[in-house]
């Protein structure tokens, strides 16, 4: 068995009486790309939100790198990568200047920042772009500079929250393939999607209805259980059981 990078026993969170996350278990290996899915309203970005070290759990208890969710959010934040849909870059800074930034924040040196902003960049075949300003690239090169910037510290696991909205298939596949290399390194990807086809590229997926975790398993097995073809087959037959809206 490998590391375990994740673990969450009977986590909820309570918004007076409303109840967005309810009692969930799971556990997430080193190197694994776990899905995390759901419908709007189903409670996975509350649920990623303490994950994060954001908020605080109503009850239950977990660990993310293993620190504490409920005592070690800021060592839990020192931990992680964070990419969401939006990028979080600055437009009206260069390349270089954003890759300066986000080092600072996350406590790299000058020279660990120097030396991982060049590995980085040469992966992606930038190094040409470092003085571009980052408004100024296209959408598929945000996304692969932001993705590279949640990573630029080394982190034990990368949250990534829809992080290929409004992209083409072919800019989504490539980022994927940044999904895989960084998966081989041994760091852990936690995914929300709403791209059913990249829940097949997942190790494990779990769905999420009304609050609670009502599939959890490889896209192969969830298909056999739910006699399905697809992951979208699978999210829909279990999307419908939902009782709350967005």
């Known amino acids: 068995m490998r590391d375990i990078v994740i673990s969450v026993h009977d986590l909820t969170k309570c918004f007076g009486s409303f109840t967005a996350v309810d009692n969930i278990s799971f556990d997430v290996a080193k190197g694994e790309i776990f899905g995390f899915l759901g419908a709007n309203g189903a409670g996975k970005t509350t649920a990623m939100r303490m994950l994060c070290g954001l908020s605080y759990p109503t009850s239950g208890r977990g660990t993310v ?14 931990h992680i990568g964070y990419m969401s849909q939006k990028f979080s870059l600055y437009n009206d800074l260069t390349v270089w200047e954003n890759m300066n930034l986000f080092a600072g924040i996350y406590g790299l040196s000058k020279e660990e920042t120097k030396k991982r902003s060049e590995e980085l960049l040469s992966q992606l075949n930038f190094l040409s772009e470092r003085n571009t300003l980052v408004g ?36 989504r596949r490539q980022f994927w393939e940044l999904i895989y290399k960084a998966s081989e390194r041994g760091t852990t990807i936690f995914v929300t999607t709403h791209y059913m086809d990249e829940a097949e590229y997942c190790s494990r997926v779990s769905i999420m209805v009304d609050g609670k975790i009502c599939a959890l398993d490889t896209p192969t097995r969830l298909k056999e259980k739910y006699s399905a073809k697809s992951m979208d087959e699978v999210f829909r037959t279990l999307a419908r059981k939902a009782e709350r809206g967005e």
Request: net charge negative; aromatic share 8%.
């Open 65 to 78: 790198a293993g620190y504490d969710i409920m005592r070690e959010g800021e060592e839990i934040k020192r």
């Open 136 to 171: 100024s690239l296209p959408l598929g090169w945000k996304q692969k500079l932001a993705f590279v910037v949640a990573t630029i510290h080394n982190p034990d696991v990368v949250f990534l929250d829809e992080p290929t909205g409004g992209v083409d298939p072919i800019t």
